[in-house]
């Protein structure tokens, strides 16, 4: 049984709303199959001609806001650069985001990454920071220095890595990967000095060492930030700055 | 209180939280601590459209560059609507500004000596545009964003849409705001309010914007009875994809791109616009200003010299002589959106363009220090109009706009509501209202005749026609008598989603309603303008005419729900109106 | 800046359930159990090493009788086994550790091409050194 004529192609769509349902359903929708048209062309499709409360998050259009992350066919992904005709003939199942709770339809609820991202002290922490007067010019920063940190600076919060991480899932209160990528970024940027402020944080139990290098969240970051990467890396920084505080006398450290 | 009519009470509230947004948050919390600061937004701030800005920040470092060629160059860009006060004020903080975000993590890209770089950029004299490769707005976003962080005690209302200002004797007291998660509806009360929500892209069927830039703050200040200022000027960037609308940046032009019709020729040289150099000229040929690239592509179009693709008329980008390595390290995202999107590799193949709605020149009409005329309403970024871009702003100016404008919007008020007394008892009889009008006559209004997709198709279509690259007189009535007809029909849109829980379907719909009055705006103060300045060109009118149209246009919402126009006068300092040079 | 606090209790969210065979649904999750279960075969390698240098160590009886029962089926299928796991926990151990560790020289990052192949070099070097030592 084909589940679409040739120009047309079938969404399963995940619809839940809160007031009546318990549970999920799926609802399904034939959608025109052009080959400029992601999923997320597809769901606005239904929304504008079909069925006007299909609710789901979007604003760019070009994968760097980081608003459209859900699961297509089993996988997190941004829907917006997603293409319909990769799936052809279909259906294609769309549900919200894993390991998040389900607000709405599609849209799942980030408070949880919000409240963590803060803990992880995600700015330029400077050893003279009571200093009033900045100064005058940039603080040098070479080419090469920058490369240092540079993929860790391109995550856009889409949050695709939390719902890969199985470990976040079975333990929300793990940090999980955008955050650690984000604190790793804050260390390697020769313009800061917190990393001291950061490592407690990053070596407690719900950071770092909760990752057990699935390595999933790297699979399906869209900007190539590689959070597993930062999270190994953090994990060395913490057991090497335990051994040192355990080695050294306080005043050496 | 947090479950009644009136939720918080703050000194001062944002709404919107891009970079202007997040700039005036930081600046109130570093210079006032004491005061009670909140920002609203309906999305959470890292969705911001600024996410999307690519090009750069233009702020003068270079030793042989000057703050008054900046000047000079904005002032002209805007075909001398610009105030120039404004203009001067804006140059000379724009460094401080781009120098404080370095300092806040932003990764500006480098020189060989760990100075930070510039590049050139379209109608600029000289290199002055800081960039973060081809990422700057997503990068100062998020440096803006985490820095924001560091300041716990700034209340965020994420994902809560503002339907209302309360206004009382002609002051603003706050709002009245959508939980879209929640669906509770309830009031906000500040002393000052600050509009940094964006611009209206969405109004128009091609666009650079991202579906949340619908105009709310401008909307809500004209509901209000604060004026909008030079609303007809509305900027269509030159390079564009096809279908998507999706931003190809004018770096990409700035890297030494070349613009080439149909027959591989590069056109923009019959236009006024300098002749061709292999490397890019500053100030000449495709680095002209934008209003005048995006009108030679229109000439071109109607001599027949344009490429056709089933999603209309394009020209085309050529980078292919830049080399793999420059676009690599340059414009890498360049590279990323033409594979995905145009499944095209430029360093292969050339790129098809074409103009697309970008950016609002227009807004709330403000001072300075971002005051609008109503007391305790303040407006930054793209949702206010100093104005410093007057009827064409340059690329690279509109970030450090953000900035500059931010701050001062912050601090200014900030100084207010030290000041201000509390809000008066009779706003909350105005956000009960509201709250009314919201649940009983658009949740509680049943299935309706008319669909909220098929009106904003048939609102973006006739904007496309009236108010275009090139505008007529009978253009702009016709298309605002179909306005008219569309408000009338917009009242009848029944919403299915009777869900209080994230309900995009009313959201859309109140997200129409300011569409259609800002559409509205453009087109009242487009058809008073007769005569042709930066991005407002008229067929009927095709002069500039300073005599009678040196000014601005204010439009004010009559109480009926009419508008009516008055002139604001430019502010004219050090450079008497001239004529607008680029590649001579 | 503190968000504004979570979803409210009137509009409750649904929180799906993992099921304990989560693990089954992709490839690679499965493989990333196997890969953690190879360590309790790393494990009992580690003891069976253990138990064989103690029997050299004790006499040449206590050698024989430990080849014996080396020889069981039992043990034989146990070690056959383990081998597959320690090769499985070695392949990917190995095409993990660039990810882990970032190497810079002045501003070259060494490419994730030579750690590995620098690991597989190592493997091979130290283990035709120990096959010549235990052919001697």
């Given at each position: 049984m084909t589940s679409s004529t040739a120009d047309t192609i079938r969404l399963r769509v995940s619809r839940y709303r809160p007031e009546t349902d318990s549970a999920p359903h799926f609802d399904e929708y034939d959608v025109p199959l052009r080959k400029e048209w992601t999923v997320l062309d597809g769901l606005n499709h239904v929304k504008n001609e079909?069925?006007?409360?299909l609710s789901f998050r979007w604003s760019?259009?070009?994968?760097?806001?980081?608003?459209?992350g859900m699961t297509v066919d089993g996988e997190p992904k941004l829907t917006c650069g997603t293409f319909l005709s990769d799936y052809a003939p279909g259906p294609v199942t769309v549900e919200p985001l894993a390991n998040f709770p389900v607000a709405r339809d599609l849209v799942v609820d980030i408070t949880d990454f919000l409240q963590k991202l803060p803990r992880v002290s995600p700015w330029i922490i400077r050893?003279?920071?009571?200093?009033d007067v900045e100064p005058e010019v940039e603080y040098l920063q070479t080419p090469g220095q920058l490369d240092v940190y540079r993929q860790y600076s391109?995550?856009?919060?889409?949050m695709l890595c939390y719902s890969a991480c199985p470990v976040y899932g079975l333990d929300p209160e793990f940090i999980g990967p955008a955050a650690i990528a984000l604190a790793e970024r804050y260390d390697l940027?020769?313009?800061?000095?917190g990393t001291s402020r950061r490592i407690d944080v990053l070596g407690?139990?719900?950071?770092?060492?909760?990752?057990?290098?699935?390595?999933e969240c790297t699979k399906v970051c869209p900007k190539h930030v590689d959070p597993a990467s930062a999270i190994q890396r953090y994990k060395l920084k913490t057991a090497l700055h335990t051994v040192k505080a355990f080695l050294l006398p306080r005043g050496a450290r | 209180m947090s479950d009644g009519v009136v939720r918080a009470a703050h000194d001062v509230l944002i709404v919107g939280g891009g970079a202007a947004g997040l700039r005036a948050a930081i600046a109130i919390a570093e210079t006032e601590p004491r005061l009670d600061v909140a920002l609203i937004s309906k999305?959470?701030?890292?969705?911001?459209?600024?996410?999307?800005?690519?090009g750069g920040a233009a702020g003068v470092i270079a030793a042989d560059d000057s703050l008054d060629q900046h000047c000079y160059d904005t002032v002209s860009g805007s075909d001398w609507l610009g105030d120039q006060d404004a203009i001067e004020a804006f140059v000379r903080e724009a460094p401080e500004e781009l120098l404080q975000l370095e300092h806040w993590g932003c990764p500006w890209s480098r020189r060989p000596d760990g100075r930070v770089a510039v590049r050139a950029f379209g109608?600029?004299?000289?290199?002055r545009t800081w960039f973060a490769a081809d990422k700057t707005g997503f990068h100062m976003l998020h440096a803006l964003f985490q820095t924001s962080?560091?300041?716990?005690?700034?209340r965020r209302y994420d994902e809560e849409f503002v339907t209302t200002l309360l206004v009382d004797d002609g002051r603003v007291h706050g709002v009245v705001a959508i939980g879209?998660?929640?669906?509770r509806i309830q009031a906000i009360t500040a002393k000052s309010v600050i509009l940094c929500t964006g611009g209206c892209g969405?109004?128009?069927?091609?666009?650079?914007?991202?579906?949340?830039?619908?105009g709310d703050g401008m909307a809500l200040a004209y509901r209000a009875g604060a004026p909008l200022k030079d609303m007809e000027f509305v900027q269509y960037h030159p390079t564009g994809l096809p279908f998507t609308g999706i931003l190809i940046t004018e770096a990409a032009r700035a890297e030494g791109g070349w613009l080439l019709n149909k027959d591989g020729?590069?056109?923009?040289?019959?236009?006024?616009?300098g002749t061709p150099t292999p490397t890019p000229k500053l100030?000449?040929?495709?680095?002209?200003p934008r209003d005048r690239l995006s009108q030679a592509f229109v000439h071109e179009m109607e001599k027949g010299r344009t490429g056709q693709t089933p999603y209309g008329e394009v020209t085309y980008l050529d980078l292919?002589?830049?080399?793999e390595k420059l676009i690599d390290t340059k414009l890498p995202f360049v590279r990323e959106l033409c594979l995905k999107?145009?499944?095209?590799?430029p360093v292969r193949e050339l790129i098809p363009v074409r103009p697309v709605v970008h950016y609002m020149?227009?807004?709330v009409s403000t001072d300075l220090d971002g005051?609008?005329?109503?007391?305790g309403l303040y407006a930054a970024g793209e949702?206010?109009?100093?104005?410093?871009?007057?009827a064409n702003r340059l690329g690279s100016n509109s970030l450090p706009e953000c900035l500059v404008f931010g701050a001062r919007a912050g601090r200014a008020a900030a100084e207010h509501a030290t000041a201000a007394s509390g809000p008066p008892p009779a706003v909350e009889a105005q956000a009960v209202d509201e709250i009314r009008r919201l649940e009983h006559?658009?949740?509680?209004?049943?299935?309706?005749?008319?669909s909220i997709a098929g009106i904003r198709e048939e609102m973006q279509t006739t904007m496309e026609g009236a108010a275009g690259i090139f505008r007529t007189g009978p253009e702009m009535e016709k298309g605002a008598e179909t306005l008219t007809e569309l408000q009338e029909r917009v009242g009848k849109v029944g919403i299915?989603?009777?869900?209080?829980?994230?309900n995009t379907e009313l959201l859309a719909a109140l997200e129409l309603a300011n569409m259609l009055d800002l559409s509205e705006c453009i087109l009242a103060a487009g058809r008073q303008r007769e005569e042709s300045r930066g991005a407002h060109q008229r067929t009927d009118f095709p002069a500039r005419d300073d005599e009678r149209f040196l000014t601005h246009l204010l439009v004010h919402r009559n109480p009926d729900g009419t508008s009516r126009i008055e002139r604001h006068p430019v502010s004219i300092t050090?450079?008497?109106?001239?004529e607008r040079v680029y590649g001579r | 800046m503190s968000p504004s606090g979570g979803t409210?209790?009137?509009?409750r969210p649904y929180r799906p359930r993992i099921s304990?065979?989560?693990?089954?649904?992709k490839r690679s999750y499965i493989v990333f159990v196997l890969r953690e279960l190879s360590s309790v075969f790393i494990a009992w390698f580690v003891v069976f090493l253990v138990l064989l240098v103690y029997a050299i160590g004790q006499s040449e009886a206590a050698y024989r009788n430990f080849l014996d029962w080396a020889s069981a089926p039992w043990v034989i299928a146990l070690n056959v086994l383990s081998l597959v796991f320690v090769l499985l926990h070695t392949v990917t151990w190995f095409a993990l550790t660039p990810q882990a560790m970032e190497v810079r020289i002045d501003d070259w990052k060494v490419p994730g091409f030579h750690i590995l192949a620098g690991q597989y070099t190592g493997l091979v070097v130290v283990s035709l050194f120990v096959l010549w030592l235990v052919t001697l």
């Open positions: 079909i069925d006007t409360t760019c259009r070009m994968g760097i806001c980081g608003s459209c050893p003279d920071e009571h200093r391109m995550c856009i919060n889409c940027d020769s313009r800061d000095h407690a139990h719900d950071g770092v060492w909760a990752c057990t290098f699935v390595g | 999305v959470y701030p890292m969705r911001s459209h600024t996410v999307s800005a690519e109608g600029m004299k000289n290199m962080l560091k300041y716990p005690e700034v879209l998660m929640s669906g969405k109004a128009f069927p091609f666009t650079t914007n991202a579906n949340i830039n619908t020729y590069r056109y923009l040289q019959d236009y006024d616009l100030r000449s040929m495709e680095l002209g292919r002589h830049l080399g999107y145009e499944r095209i590799d020149m227009g807004g005051a609008t005329p109503m007391l949702t206010a109009c100093v104005s410093i871009n007057g006559d658009l949740l509680g209004g049943g299935t309706g005749t008319e299915a989603d009777t869900s209080r829980s994230f050090r450079w008497p109106p001239g | 409210p209790t009137d509009l304990t065979w989560w693990w089954t649904r």
